[in-house]
């Protein structure tokens, strides 16, 4: 019987680090909910102790979710490891997560600590964490940069502690394939007791070989789980991506030799649901999940398609489940084709009342648009309004006249702690003047990083959807709003934007 291969998704906690990736409890449920759709083996749903925030969504996750393994991650100290237990108490399955890092630069420079106290506080980490689970997971950061000997008397020593699952982090994404597999490799050989542990890699996507590292790891390295993230969501140019690897791992079996746990029918949903909750919109060239990665655009290409699939295909579209693209429900739908359909995308909603709120955004949306794709639905169940996050800042109703040869003009209603205020401004476009007219009351002082438009399903029929990144005071974050029509989804997201600017999530960073 062939091997398997652990799929451990990091989304909603390597993934969510990425500046302006935050994401609230519901959302973070909504995706973990998909993952466990896509039988994914290990949930890393948050950093427990990172903020109270991240708390209530392990534990949140770790009740709701029955068929994958839920983790938290955890620096190495008690407190730390206490909270993450914590927040993980009634899990099916649960894992602590526990690292600390090992390379001379960071125990120096950032820990100011001496190699013989990350060595006992690592020791004393794993086995405080085996005293509260029996699966507990162990990270020397920055490892891949750490020396070897120092790293071999770390890890021997945590697996004898009781560590289940040792892995290997290339956190800054140095490494390249060869030398990162035979790191691995060198690792299990050295180490006596490396066969008490499961081995895993973590890579970042610094030189764009998160994917290639991650594999050699396992084909030369030997290892048994992939830490990655939906898009390769992630700090910086981000982690492993799940498709990619999970493709890879499937579609070259001969190579690999190993099974996946995965239904691979979930992951196009489930990159929808990361991009539309984050704002990271995926590259249309993006392999399996981008727009064109089974678009045939060249006569040549197209010819032998349609003679023979298999001339230029190498994975079946539906299989990662690009068929999910149909029209789903229209003008006539009712409310139970509506509740059914929102069963099946795995949105959950807390009470009929919400479903109501939610079916009657949906009449209107039907009534502007005569086709809805479930795109739309994950979009419009997204919105403040039915979702009730207590937000300081709701979208109400917007006009704004433009013509050309003159500057255009918009006015528009928000509410600002439950008072419904007005604005207007001029602005070089429509959605500038509306802009300005928000930010004339608001007076964030925010700087715009990034805005970006885009067609929720792909005609001019569709809903735009609007990414809006802000930056204040060190702060980063992504608003995220949807409509027919561009200048409302632009203020949606503006607003949207504001709320996480002003919402008190600070937390501890993982790496910092
Ligand atoms: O990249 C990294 O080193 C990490 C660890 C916290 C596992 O994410
Ligand atoms: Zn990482």
């Not at 990619?244 to 099974?259: C, H, N, P, Q, S």
Request: include cysteine; aromatic fraction near 6%.
């Amino acid at each position: 019987m062939a091997d398997k291969l652990i799929i451990f998704d990091t989304t909603l906690r390597d993934g969510e680090q990425s500046p302006g990736a935050s994401m609230n409890k519901d959302e973070k449920l909504r995706i973990a909910r998909q993952l466990e759709r896509l039988k994914v083996d290990v949930i890393e749903a948050g950093f427990a102790a990172s903020s109270n925030g991240d708390f209530e969504a392990v534990q949140c996750i770790a009740h709701a979710i029955k068929d994958s393994t839920i983790c938290s991650l955890s620096r190495a100290n008690d407190r730390d490891i206490s909270r993450a237990a914590e927040a993980l108490k009634g899990a099916n399955s649960a894992r602590i997560h526990t690292f600390i890092a090992t390379s001379a630069l960071h125990m120096e420079k950032k820990l100011r600590m001496t190699p013989e106290q990350v060595f006992e506080q690592a020791r004393l980490a794993v086995r405080f964490a085996r005293n509260l689970v029996a699966d507990v997971e162990f990270s020397p950061e920055d490892g891949y940069r750490s020396d070897m000997d120092f790293l071999c008397r770390v890890l021997e020593t945590v697996i004898s502690e009781g560590a289940t699952t040792i892995n290997v982090p290339d956190t800054v994404g140095y490494a390249v394939p060869e030398l990162y597999g035979n790191f691995i490799k060198t690792l299990r050989e050295r180490i006596p007791n490396s066969d008490k542990a499961i081995w895993s890699v973590h890579c970042h996507n610094d030189l764009g070989m998160a994917v290639a590292n991650s594999l050699a790891g396992v084909k030369i390295g030997g290892a048994r789980q992939v830490e990655c993230t939906i898009n390769g969501l992630g700090e910086r140019a981000g982690n492993c991506s799940l498709e990619e690897i999970v493709m890879a791992v499937k579609t070259r079996r001969d190579y690999f030799g190993l099974d996946l746990g995965i239904d691979t029918k979930h992951i196009l949903a489930a990159s929808r649901m990361v991009s539309q909750t984050t704002g990271f919109v995926v590259q249309p060239n993006k392999a399996v999940v981008g727009a064109n990665a089974f678009a045939h655009a060249s006569g040549i290409h197209q010819d032998g398609v349609l003679k023979a699939r298999d001339t230029y295909e190498i994975m079946r579209a539906e299989d990662v489940g690009w068929t999910a693209n149909k029209i789903v429900l229209g003008k006539l739908s009712g409310r139970n084709a509506f509740k059914q359909r929102l069963i099946e995308l795995g949105v959950q909603m807390e009470s009929e009342a919400d479903i109501n709120t939610a079916f009657a955004k949906f009449k209107e949306l039907a009534d502007r648009k005569s086709e809805i794709f479930d795109e739309d639905i994950l979009a419009l169940v997204s919105d403040e309004s039915v979702t009730h996050e207590k937000e300081q800042y709701g979208f109400v109703s917007l006009s704004q006249h433009s013509e050309t040869g003159e500057r255009p003009q918009a006015s528009i209603v928000f509410t600002m702690d439950g008072k419904e205020v007005t604005g207007s401004s001029d602005g070089n476009g429509p959605v500038d003047a509306s802009l300005k007219a928000i930010e004339a009351h608001v007076k964030s002082g925010a700087e715009m990083v990034l805005y970006s438009v885009n067609a929720i399903s792909g005609s001019t029929e569709s809903q735009g959807e609007v990414t809006v990144r802000l930056q204040n005071s060190g702060r980063v974050v992504n608003g995220v709003g949807a409509d027919p029509d561009i200048v409302v989804a632009s203020a949606k997201a503006y607003l949207s934007a504001l709320n996480k600017l002003h919402s008190k999530a600070d937390r501890v960073a993982a790496q910092g």
